[in-house]
């Protein structure tokens, strides 16, 4: 079985500009959730989407949004970049019930200039 | 959710175990004690997960005294492919929620 795939792995971003990142979970996961990895705040959760809807949301502005789509697959979107949106973006998916065990993906590395 | 505290490193050698001790004093009744670890550039991976007494699995074993307020985590006969961050976390498994709160994690490096 596949795992949880993320594209693109990297990506280069100037100030201002938004970005689109792109999570495919592991087949028959319907939860997705997605986290901020930076060496000043370690890891931080983002949102969760369920059956295309939002769940659970974190502390984070609302430039950061995401959306889910019938296959389960999710996308998270950065508006209007700072330079402190440089960070490793991770998904996550799980079961439903397994609330504990979550399967990462590989993450996006993202740099703003 | 309840707090954990972990040490911000340890060090160990190659064929040695290693025992990662995590502190959630205020863990509730509902709660699960589940572990990560993280290599650099990598996402976090499942390790084990428990409730009290041990548990074990092919990679590690998870030791949970009465009290609940501790639990360690065992790495029997680590290797240099162990070096990697390990998470401790704590979270209510009724709540069906998917947000895991990391802490700073335990920076373990296994030397030759």
């Known amino acids: 079985k596949a795992g949880v795939t993320q594209t693109p792995r990297y990506l280069i971003k100037t100030r201002g500009q938004q970005v689109t990142l792109s999570c495919s979970p592991i087949?028959?996961?319907?939860?997705v959730s997605w986290y901020q990895q930076t060496p000043g705040q370690g890891l931080q959760f983002l949102f969760e989407y369920f059956s295309e809807t939002q769940r659970n949301k974190g502390n984070f502005p609302g430039r950061f949004s995401g959306r889910q789509f019938s296959n389960s697959r999710s996308e998270m979107n950065v508006s209007t970049l700072e330079l402190g949106d440089s960070a490793l973006y991770l998904c996550?998916?799980?079961?439903?019930?397994?609330?504990?065990?979550?399967?990462f993906g590989p993450g996006t590395r993202l740099t703003v200039l | 959710l309840a707090k954990t505290t972990q040490p911000i490193s340890m060090d160990s050698y190659e064929g040695q175990e290693v025992n990662i001790t995590c502190s959630h004093n205020?863990?509730?009744?509902?709660?699960?004690i589940t572990w990560y670890q993280q290599f650099p550039s990598q996402g976090p991976r499942f390790i084990i997960q428990?409730?009290?007494t041990k548990v074990t699995n092919e990679v590690a074993s998870l030791f949970i005294p009465a009290d609940r307020k501790s639990s360690t985590l065992s790495l029997p006969r680590v290797s240099l492919s162990d070096t990697a961050v390990y998470y401790c976390?704590?979270?209510?498994?009724?709540?069906?929620?998917?947000?895991?709160?990391f802490g700073q994690g335990t920076t373990l490096q296994v030397k030759p």
């Open positions: 996550a998916s799980r079961l439903q019930g397994a609330q504990g065990e979550q399967f």
């Open positions: 976390l704590v979270g209510d498994h009724s709540s069906n929620t998917g947000k895991l709160i």
């Open positions: 428990g409730y009290k």
């Open positions: 087949s028959g996961h319907r939860s």
């Open positions: 205020n863990i509730a009744t509902n709660d699960y």
